[in-house]
């Protein structure tokens, strides 16, 4: 076939390539997909569906006097507060953590990564003796803070304390690679352009990592909202003024007031659901900014 006539054929796609090079026969997927939704089905929809089912067992207007009790709603505020306290500081430390290790090279780089890790490797309820050790009438800190009547545990600083050790690596950790993937172009042409550091990152930076930004708050937040074993060792479980609403959910399931206990756990598990949601959201369009930068980055090159 002489060049001239092979120009005539279109070349397959990578797309089109890629699909026939993976493609499996039809029973192998579906056995995947089965078991994929089976174990879906088994561990997230069922135990979801039965918390909603045993909160409405009475009917609503039980539902209703469950989670407006006034300890579930001290449980509730106190979360929402725990949050409120926990998401924005552990934004502004991503960012500035995953700004300095992207962007520059210094000595205890690697220290430095191992750190934000540490949570993910300590279970929770270590953190919270961390705090203890820490706080305690027997601690460190606990006779200079006794001398100044401040009280960090049992109270609400030692519950956003904790909270914060066990949910600050969630940020940082989804913005360092995506920025160490970018690089520092952009920035630096930013710069020689004549842009100081604020306007050079609320111009160039900002709009590069908000997707990735915004999906680590949203891990961050359900996490702050849910944490169970470090609040657990330093709220001292006082009715009404430590308790978040994992805890609450704990002490009414004890008492064997099991709807209440579902009604207030069904809050839980709504804020889960529209995290999902959220989280589906943002990693769609993580996506789209990620395919659209690589696009980028092959037409400059």
């Keep these: 076939m002489s060049p001239s006539t092979s120009k005539n054929f279109p070349k ?19 056995t995947l997909l089965g078991i994929a939704y089976f174990y879906l089905t088994l561990f997230l929809l069922l135990p979801l569906i039965s918390v909603f089912a045993k909160a409405l067992e009475k009917g609503f207007s039980m539902y209703w006097v469950s989670i407006t009790d006034p300890n579930a709603v001290s449980a509730i505020q106190l979360t929402l507060l725990t949050a409120g306290i926990t998401v924005p500081l552990n934004l502004i430390f991503g960012v500035a953590a995953a700004w300095a290790i992207a962007k520059f090279e210094f000595f205890g780089k690697n220290f430095l990564l191992t750190l934000i890790d540490l949570p993910f490797s300590v279970s929770p309820v270590i953190s919270g003796m961390i705090f203890i050790l820490l706080f305690s009438t027997q601690g460190f800190l606990g006779s200079w803070l006794a001398e100044q009547h401040i009280q960090i545990l049992f109270a609400a600083p030692a519950i956003v ?15 360092i690679p ?35 930004l915004l999906y680590g708050v949203i891990l961050c937040n359900a996490r ?29 399931y004890n008492e064997y007031q099991f709807v209440a206990a579902f009604a207030v756990a069904s809050l839980l598990a709504l804020l889960a659901l529209v995290t999902l949601v959220i989280k589906s959201f943002v990693e769609q369009k993580e996506l789209e900014h990620v395919s659209l930068f690589s696009a980028k980055g092959k037409v400059k090159a």
Excluded: C
């Design 161 to 175: 304390l904790s909270t914060i050790f066990v949910t600050f690596p969630f940020v940082a950790r989804e913005l």
């Design 12 to 30: 397959p796609s990578l797309l089109q390539t890629r699909s026939r090079a993976t493609q499996d026969p039809k029973w192998i997927r579906y």
């Design 224 to 252: 702050a909202m849910g944490e169970f074993g470090a609040v657990s060792v330093v709220s001292g479980h006082i009715r009404g003024l430590t308790n978040t609403i994992p805890l609450h959910v704990e002490i009414l």
């Design 178 to 212: 995506l920025m160490q993937s970018q690089g520092s172009d952009e920035e630096e042409v930013a710069i020689t352009l004549g842009a100081n550091g604020w306007q050079t990152f609320w111009k160039v930076t900002l709009p590069n990592i908000k997707w990735a």
